[in-house]
C-alpha cells in the first residue's frame, strides 16, 4: 500500500477513534442507565481490543461521579482480568468500594466483594476469596444476578474439594448448575469441570469423569464455543497426568493440541474479520472525505517515481559493485545455513525418539535461545500457564529437571 494512502489512513483511523471517545462521552450517562455501556465493553474486549476498552473507560472516568464511576472501576478491572492483570484488577475494585462506602451505596457492596472473591480465586488466594464468598453467602447473596451467585457457590465447592469434603462439594457444584440453567446454560462447562475432577479424586476412576467429559463437549458443541471444549479436554488431560496414567495423558494431550490449534486459528480468523470491518469502514470515510483522482494520481506519482528509481540504480556501476558483493554474502550466508541445518538436523534426529510435538520442539529451540516464559507465550499466543505445562511436559519426556540441564542435554545431542 503506498505511504501517501497510508497516512491518510492512519489520520482517519485516529479522527474516527477521536470521535467514537466524544460520542461515548456525551452519552455516557444515557449507556450506563440502559446498560449498553458494559455490553460495549465486553463487546471491545470479546474482539480482544483492550486498549479501546481501556481509552472508553478512562474518558468516562475522568467525567463521572458517585454510581457511575463505581460502575467504570469494575468495569476496569473486568478488561484487566482478562490481560490477567490482577494486580490492577483489584486496585480498581478496591476504589470502587471505597467509593461505595463513602456514598452508602450498600446495594453495591455483594457486587464488588463478588468480583474481589472471583479475582482472589483466580489468583489462588483461597482464605481471602473464602472470607468475601461467606460474607457474601451470609447476606443470602442480595443484590446478585443469578449467573454471579452460581460462580461463587461453584468456588464454594471447590474449596470443599481442596478440603477433600466431596458430598458437601457435589451438592454446592449441582447447586451452581441449576442456577446456569436458569440464566446461562451456556456456560454449565465451567463447573462440569470442577465435577470432573471431584469424580476422579472420589472413585480413582475415570469412567464418571469420561461421561461428564463427553457432555461438555455435547454442551460447547450446542452453544459453538470452542474454549469450553479445550477447557474440559485439559481438564481430563491434567487428571490423567496427575494419576500417572501417561498413555491416556499423551492422547489428550494430543487432543488438546489439535483443539488449540483450531482455537487458535478461530481467534485469528475472527481478528481478520474484525480488522476488514475496519478496513472497510475506514474506506468509504475515505471515499466521502478525499478527493479520489487526487489519491490516484499521488500514487502513481510515487510508483513512477520508484520505477525511475530503480531504473537508474540498475544502470549505475555501484550496483554492479554492490551485485558482488552481495553474491560474496549470498554465499556465505548459504555455508552458514548449510552449517545451521546440520546442527539442527543432528538435534532434531536425537530428538526425535522422545515423540515430541512441533510446538514443543519450537519451545525447545527458544529456551535454548534463553527466551523467557512470557517471550514464548507472545509468539505462539497462548498464555503462560500453558507454556509452562508444555516445559513441564518437556522435562517429563527428556528427563531432565530445568532448563540448564535440558540445554545440555540439547548441545551434546547436536
Known amino acids: 500500500m503506498p505511504i501517501s494512502y497510508l497516512k491518510t489512513y492512519k489520520i482517519l483511523s485516529k479522527s474516527f477513534l477521536l470521535f467514537f471517545l466524544i460520542i461515548t462521552q456525551f452519552f455516557h450517562c444515557q449507556l450506563n442507565i440502559n446498560g449498553k455501556l458494559a455490553k460495549t465493553i465486553d463487546s471491545y474486549n470479546n474482539k480482544s481490543q483492550y486498549q479501546k476498552a481501556q481509552d472508553t473507560l478512562f474518558q468516562l472516568l475522568k467525567n463521572t461521579e458517585g454510581e457511575e464511576k463505581i460502575e467504570v472501576y469494575v468495569l476496569l478491572s473486568n478488561t484487566y482480568k482478562r490481560l490477567q492483570d490482577y494486580t490492577s484488577v483489584i486496585g480498581y475494585l478496591n476504589e470502587a468500594k471505597k467509593l461505595a462506602k463513602e456514598n452508602k451505596l450498600t446495594q453495591y457492596y455483594n457486587h464488588i466483594d463478588a468480583h474481589l472473591a472471583f479475582a482472589y480465586f483466580d489468583t489462588q488466594d483461597y482464605p481471602k476469596a473464602k472470607t468475601m464468598m461467606e460474607g457474601i453467602r451470609h447476606s443470602a447473596y442480595k443484590s446478585l444476578p443469578k449467573d454471579t451467585e452460581a460462580y461463587l457457590v461453584m468456588q464454594e465447592g471447590y474449596l470443599l474439594f481442596l478440603e477433600k469434603k466431596y458430598k458437601e462439594a457435589q451438592i454446592r457444584y449441582q447447586n451452581s448448575i441449576q442456577l446456569l440453567k436458569k440464566t446461562s446454560p451456556c456456560d454449565i462447562?465451567?463447573?462440569?469441570?470442577?465435577?470432573?475432577?471431584?469424580?476422579?479424586?472420589?472413585?480413582?476412576?475415570?469412567?464418571?469423569?469420561?461421561?461428564?467429559?463427553?457432555?461438555?463437549?455435547?454442551?460447547?458443541?450446542?452453544?459453538?464455543?470452542?474454549?469450553?471444549?479445550?477447557?474440559?479436554?485439559?481438564?481430563?488431560?491434567?487428571?490423567?497426568?496427575?494419576?500417572?496414567e501417561i498413555d491416556k495423558s499423551y492422547i489428550f494431550q494430543k487432543k488438546y493440541d489439535s483443539l488449540s490449534n483450531i482455537y487458535d486459528m478461530s481467534e485469528n480468523l475472527s481478528a481478520l474479520h474484525i480488522e476488514k470491518e475496519k478496513i472497510i469502514t475506514k474506506e468509504n470515510t475515505i471515499k466521502e472525505n478525499v478527493n479520489f483522482w487526487k489519491l490516484v494520481l499521488a500514487i502513481l506519482s510515487c510508483i513512477l517515481l520508484?520505477?525511475?528509481?530503480?531504473?537508474?540504480?540498475?544502470?549505475?556501476?555501484?550496483?554492479?559493485?554492490?551485485?558482488?558483493?552481495?553474491?560474496?554474502?549470498?554465499?556465505?550466508?548459504?555455508?552458514?545455513?548449510?552449517?545451521?541445518?546440520?546442527?539442527?538436523?543432528?538435534?532434531?534426529?536425537?530428538?526425535?525418539?522422545?515423540?515430541?510435538?512441533?510446538?514443543q520442539l519450537k519451545i525447545i529451540d527458544w529456551i535454548c535461545e534463553g527466551r523467557t516464559n512470557k517471550e514464548i507465550a507472545n509468539k505462539i499466543s497462548i498464555t503462560e500457564s500453558t507454556v509452562k505445562y508444555h516445559i513441564k511436559t518437556i522435562y517429563d519426556l527428556l528427563q531432565v529437571s530445568g532448563r540448564s540441564e535440558l540445554r545440555e542435554k540439547i548441545n551434546k545431542n547436536s
Open 189 to 244: 462447562p465451567v463447573v462440569n469441570g470442577k465435577i470432573m475432577q471431584l469424580l476422579y479424586a472420589q472413585t480413582q476412576s475415570d469412567k464418571e469423569a469420561l461421561k461428564i467429559y463427553y457432555e461438555t463437549l455435547s454442551i460447547a458443541d450446542s452453544c459453538s464455543i470452542l474454549k469450553y471444549k479445550l477447557y474440559a479436554t485439559e481438564v481430563m488431560m491434567n487428571l490423567y497426568k496427575e494419576h500417572h
Open 306 to 359: 520508484l520505477a525511475i528509481s530503480v531504473w537508474f540504480y540498475r544502470k549505475s556501476s555501484f550496483y554492479k559493485k554492490r551485485n558482488v558483493e552481495y553474491e560474496k554474502e549470498i554465499e556465505r550466508m548459504k555455508q552458514e545455513l548449510i552449517e545451521i541445518s546440520k546442527k539442527y538436523s543432528k538435534s532434531d534426529l536425537s530428538l526425535s525418539e522422545f515423540n515430541l510435538t512441533e510446538k
